[in-house]
């Protein structure tokens, strides 16, 4: 089925701990986001990507790194990660207003 | 900036009641709005949009209409069912690449 795939859908991390969260679509898109998911805080954006081989920073880009591989693939990188990092992880992509999310990362740093 | 705010909950209704869920947005220009539901351990879902002032958005018995004047978006539903209990969020399409923006989000239970 077309739509953005997400992996994995849980992980747990201890604090130090690196790991990335991967994207895939198969529907065209140009661009491709990713939020995170927080009690009480809607989804706030990390890291955007306009377009193959161009990427910006959203809200919450501290902590974080992303690439994009290619038009299908958007990584998300957790260099060292941190408490503060729990919460979901969800991609997404997009043409014109058209959007698309994945199913999510439930993500745990002990 | 571009922001959205939405109505806080949880909001508790019994069956067939009436549901509006409350949205007023700041932008520039002339944004696209949005009504995204999850369901709990789900993705995201677009349940309406509208693009431009006086749309009526609709789906699923759920409506919305672009309120420039007032810069809002409310969401209304004339007779909610329980199966309509999730996580209801507002967004705005902004000007900078497309990004959406996102309200908090609103947590409807409908106990039978």
């Known amino acids: 089925n077309a739509g953005v795939t997400q992996t994995p859908k849980f992980q747990v991390l201890k604090t130090g701990q690196s790991m990335t969260l991967q994207c895939a679509q198969d529907m065209n898109h140009n661009s491709m986001y990713w939020y995170r998911q927080d009690p009480g805080m809607g989804l706030r954006l990390i890291y955007y990507s306009a377009s193959e081989g161009t990427t910006d920073k959203g809200e919450v880009p501290n902590g974080y790194n992303v690439s994009r591989l290619n038009k299908r693939e958007f990584s998300l990188r957790l260099e060292s990660a941190a408490p503060s990092q729990t919460s979901v992880y969800f991609c997404a992509s997009s043409i014109d207003i058209g959007y698309t999310f994945g199913s999510g990362t439930r993500l745990t740093v002990v | 900036g571009d922001s959205v705010t939405q109505m806080e909950g949880p909001v508790t209704l019994s069956e067939e009641a009436f549901l509006t869920i409350n949205c007023t947005y700041t932008a520039t220009g002339y944004p696209s709005l949005f009504w995204y539901v999850q369901y709990p351990g789900e993705g995201l879902q677009l349940l309406l949009k509208?693009?431009?002032?006086?749309d009526k958005g609709s789906n699923k018995g759920f409506e919305a209409t672009y309120r420039k004047e007032t810069t809002s978006f409310h969401l209304e539903k004339g007779s909610v069912q329980v199966s309509d209990s999730a996580v209801y969020f507002c967004?705005?399409?902004?000007?900078?690449?497309?990004?959406?923006?996102f309200g908090r989000g609103t947590q409807l239970t409908v106990w039978p």
């Open positions: 967004a705005l399409r902004g000007s900078t690449l497309g990004r959406l923006y």
């Open positions: 509208a693009t431009k002032a006086d």
